[in-house]
């Protein structure tokens, strides 16, 4: 087992390679077992969507279901 991210930039132009870079950073600080192995640029959850709850809480079983065994996961460059 190894850790996935599902990320939600800030600013939806971010490119696949500037996330790249940063958790590329983000893992040099992070002991192996805590480093991201692959991740997902996703759009902000929204309970419109089903992923939140009306009062803004993650649905957290909703959104593994919908991203949990997602082919597109993108492995980070350290890791194959």
């Not at 805590?34 to 997902?40: E, G, L, Q």
């Not at 902000?44 to 065994?69: D, Y």
């Amino acid at each position: 087992p190894h850790l996935s991210a599902l990320l939600v930039p800030r600013y939806p132009e971010t490119t696949d390679a500037a996330i790249e870079e940063v958790v590329a950073q983000t893992n040099t600080r992070l002991p192996d077992y805590a480093r991201i192995r692959c991740w997902k640029k996703v759009r902000p959850f929204t309970a419109h969507a089903g992923f939140l709850t009306p009062n803004g809480r993650l649905r957290r079983e909703r959104i593994a279901a919908a991203f949990c065994l997602s082919p597109d996961m993108k492995p980070t460059g350290d890791h194959p």
